[in-house]
């Protein structure tokens, strides 16, 4: 199982800023760079339970491979976690569903450090967005 180019880059980049302060004004601009969700998707179904921000996923499905296969966009009201949810989506979208329900991200973000970091309700945020991506793949698989 690859790791997705985009997430690799994201890793890369982390791996070269040595102070906090610039990882989290990287993670800040990876969210600044998704792309909008519309108005009418901020619905309950795509809510995160479990983040005190307000976080929403939205998935789409196709196949890679011939097996099921998951994209996901997302959006936040705060500026890491919009930033975290960048990084997610960079690791799992476009992924196959046996893969993205396989990859336990919170495994591979604790190797770049990141979750140690992060503040106890940004940490459990994080999990609840892993758990919804990793769930949603495991009921399309």
């Known amino acids: ?3 997705p180019a ?3 880059e994201i ?16 993670i800040i601009e990876l969210g600044q760079a998704l ?14 339970n479990g983040c ?12 890679a491979a011939g ?10 009201d705060a500026l890491i976690v919009k930033g975290l949810v960048a990084i ?6 476009g992924r196959p569903a046996k893969e993205i329900a396989e990859t336990n991200a919170i495994v591979v973000l604790d190797e770049l450090g990141l979750r140690e970091h992060l503040s106890t309700q940004r940490s459990n945020g994080l999990v609840a967005m892993v758990n ?3 769930s949603e793949a495991k009921a399309l698989k």
Not at 52 to 63: A, Y
Not at 88 to 93: G, M
Request: proline share 4%; no cysteine; net charge negative.
């Open 67 to 76: 097996t099921p296969s998951l994209t996901f966009r997302g959006d936040s």
């Open 132 to 134: 919804r991506m990793r």
């Open 35 to 48: 792309p909008p969700i519309d108005d009418d998707e901020r619905t309950a179904a795509n809510k995160v």
């Open 6 to 8: 985009a997430f690799s």
């Open 88 to 93: 997610l989506i960079a690791l799992y979208s």
């Open 1 to 3: 199982m690859s790791t």
């Open 11 to 26: 890793a890369d980049n982390l791996s070269f800023l040595d102070d906090w302060e610039d990882r989290y004004r990287y």
């Open 52 to 63: 005190v921000s307000q976080v929403w996923l939205v998935s789409g499905t196709g196949e």
